[in-house]
Structure formats: structure tokens, C-alpha cells
């Protein structure tokens, strides 16, 4: 079975509930997930991590991370990082997005540009 860290974070279920189909999914196809919540930061290493990536996030409030996510992104976000951090990562991002409320969000900054609205 070839493994990749599945992340996800959440702040209604429908991101969580993506990241458990592409599990079930993927299991499917041979592949392994290896999935967990991104706040449990003690079940996975990226800056060691040499398998693909896949992240499935959602926004709330105004554009931002949910609650789960943001030390995350706090993280992330650390401009004294070397730019070349997480150059090794091979990572996908995937958007848990309601389409109904598309519009309403299409000029918001932030993640927006990496939603495929599920
Ligand atoms: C209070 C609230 C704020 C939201 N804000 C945004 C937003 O700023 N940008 C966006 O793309 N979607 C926004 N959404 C839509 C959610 O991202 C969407 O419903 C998503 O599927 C929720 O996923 P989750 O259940 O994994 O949290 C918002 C939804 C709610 C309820």
C-alpha cells in the first residue's frame, strides 16, 4: 500500500467528512491515508515528512482557518521560516467549500484561489 498524509481541518464536519471519503477511497485504489485532524500535531512531522500531502481545509468567518487550524496556519505563516521549509512537501490543497454560497465569498481574499467547491 503506497501511504500519504491526509490532514483536515474543520469547523462544521464537511471538511472531515471529504477527508474520510478520499480515506475510504483511497483504500479502494491501494493507497493508504494516513489521516488525522491538523490540530493533533504530535501524529505527524512535516518538516520530516517524505510522502505526498493532501490537505482538505474549509473557511469560515471572513476568509479565515477554522478554530482546528489555526496554530497551524499561525505556524505556516512564520516569516522567520526559511523560505525552503516545506519545499520538500508534495501537497494538494482541497477546499470544502458550500456552492450555494459561491458568490458571496468570489472577491474574499484568502484560500479562495485553491477551492474546486465541492
Ligand atoms: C459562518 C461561516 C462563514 C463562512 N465563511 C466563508 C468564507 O469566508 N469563505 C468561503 O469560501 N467559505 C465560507 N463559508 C463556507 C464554508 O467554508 C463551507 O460551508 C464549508 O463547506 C464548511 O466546511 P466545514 O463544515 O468543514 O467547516 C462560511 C460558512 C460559515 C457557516
Known amino acids: ?4 498524509l491526509l490532514l483536515y481541518a474543520t469547523q462544521k464536519g464537511q471538511a ?6 478520499i480515506c475510504e477511497q483511497a483504500d479502494a485504489h491501494g493507497f493508504e491515508a494516513d489521516i488525522h485532524c491538523i490540530s493533533e500535531s504530535d501524529k505527524y512531522n512535516l518538516v ?3 510522502d505526498p500531502l493532501v490537505i482538505v481545509i474549509s473557511t ?5 482557518p477554522p ?5 497551524f496556519v499561525k505556524e ?6 526559511p523560505l525552503d521549509h516545506f519545499a520538500h512537501l508534495r501537497y494538494g490543497l482541497r477546499a ?3 456552492p450555494s454560497r459561491r458568490e458571496c465569498y468570489e472577491t ?11
Not at 1 to 4: A, H, Q
Not at 60 to 64: A, L, P, R, Y
Not at 67 to 71: G, N, Y
Not at 76 to 81: D, E, H
Request: hydrophobic share 25%.
Open 1 to 4: 500500500m503506497k501511504r500519504f
Open 16 to 21: 472531515k467528512a471529504i477527508a474520510e471519503e
Open 48 to 50: 520530516t515528512e517524505k
Open 60 to 64: 469560515t468567518g471572513t476568509g479565515d
Open 67 to 71: 478554530d482546528t487550524a489555526c496554530k
Open 76 to 81: 505556516i505563516k512564520n516569516k522567520t521560516l
Open 96 to 98: 470544502s467549500q458550500d
Open 108 to 118: 474574499g481574499p484568502n484560500l479562495l484561489q485553491y477551492n474546486l467547491y465541492y
